[in-house]
């Protein structure tokens, strides 16, 4: 049975502040791999994305490939253990959220891990959303 | 449940040629709040706005020399104008594919039914 997940992250982007906030959805499926304990330590993705925006800043992204080591770390690392569904949203934050949104100080929040129905359900002034401390 | 684990499949007639099977899928709705029906290697969706989203992979590419396609509904009608929803990859990276969506008048829209499927090496 499918079932659906209780938080959304809403996000700005500090690179872009003039665009629209971002939402953030998890995938269930995902989720329920990080509550079963089948995910690798966040620094593997980190060092994939490293070595990722170092092949773009050098201009030799279009013919970049990952180390197949670090790759495969992806599977052969070992996992972390259960998280609880709140613990697994941090580690999505982490993950899939640019990391100047999360690693960085701002003088006012750039996420904000909220339940699903807290989001607006349309877009109507969605430009000028604004994420209370 | 039993995982089987193979480098390559190929065909067992016809010459035996590879079968390259698809890395991700997701199938959501981007209209309202939007959400995931189901997917294949998908960590998250990111709403980014209208018509545009983030698909972030659970497990990355290995480079971002990958194929996506998708098509989408832009609105609920089966059949009709403007319900021929294209799906345009952009800002392709080993861990997400950015795509927006346009109706069938060109215009980027919200689209009730999204599909992008990711073939490629990982």
Not at chain 1, 24 to 42: F, H, K, R, S, T
Not at chain 1, 75 to 92: H, K, N, Q, S, V
């Given at each position: 049975m499918?079932?659906?997940?209780k ?5 700005d ?6 665009e629209?906030?971002?939402v953030l ?6 989720l329920d ?10 620094w593997?993705y980190?060092?994939l ?8 800043e050098?201009g030799r992204h279009?013919?970049f490939?990952h ?7 992806q599977?052969t690392?070992p ?11 941090e580690?999505l934050?982490?993950?899939?959220l640019?990391?100047?949104?999360w690693?960085?100080e701002?003088?006012?929040?750039m996420?904000?891990i909220v339940r699903t129905e807290?989001?607006p359900s ?8 604004e994420?209370?401390a | 449940?039993s995982?089987?684990k193979v ?12 079968i390259?099977p698809a890395r991700?899928?997701v ?6 709040t ?5 997917d294949?290697?998908?960590?998250s969706l990111?709403?980014?706005?209208t018509g545009?989203y983030?698909i ?6 290995a480079?971002a ?6 098509n989408s509904?832009?609105?609920n009608?089966?059949y009709?104008p403007?319900?021929?929803?294209q ?10 594919v ?6 069938g008048g060109g215009?980027i829209?919200d689209?009730y ?8 090496y990982q």
């Amino acid at each position: 049975m499918t079932k659906y997940t209780k938080y959304r992250v809403v996000f700005d982007d500090p690179d872009a502040l003039d665009e629209p906030t971002k939402v953030l959805v998890p995938a269930q499926q995902w989720l329920d791999e990080a509550m079963a304990g089948n995910l690798p330590p966040i620094w593997v993705y980190w060092q994939l994305q490293d070595d990722e925006a170092k092949a773009i800043e050098e201009g030799r992204h279009s013919t970049f490939q990952h180390d197949p080591d670090k790759h495969a770390l992806q599977w052969t690392a070992p996992r972390i253990g259960p998280l609880t569904e709140e613990e697994a949203m941090e580690y999505l934050v982490m993950k899939d959220l640019p990391r100047k949104c999360w690693a960085e100080e701002h003088n006012r929040p750039m996420f904000k891990i909220v339940r699903t129905e807290e989001v607006p359900s349309d877009r109507q002034f969605r430009n000028a959303w604004e994420m209370a401390a | 449940m039993s995982t089987l684990k193979v480098n390559d499949i190929e065909e067992a007639t016809s010459g035996g040629g590879k079968i390259f099977p698809a890395r991700a899928w997701v199938n959501f709705s981007g209209t309202g709040t939007i959400s995931i029906s189901d997917d294949g290697n998908v960590g998250s969706l990111t709403d980014e706005t209208t018509g545009s989203y983030t698909i972030n992979f659970s497990n990355n590419m290995a480079s971002a020399n990958y194929a996506p396609t998708g098509n989408s509904n832009f609105n609920n009608n089966r059949y009709g104008p403007y319900n021929d929803g294209q799906v345009v990859p952009r800002l392709l990276s080993s861990s997400s594919v950015y795509v927006f969506c346009t109706d069938g008048g060109g215009g980027i829209n919200d689209q009730y039914g999204v599909y992008v499927t990711v073939t490629g090496y990982q």
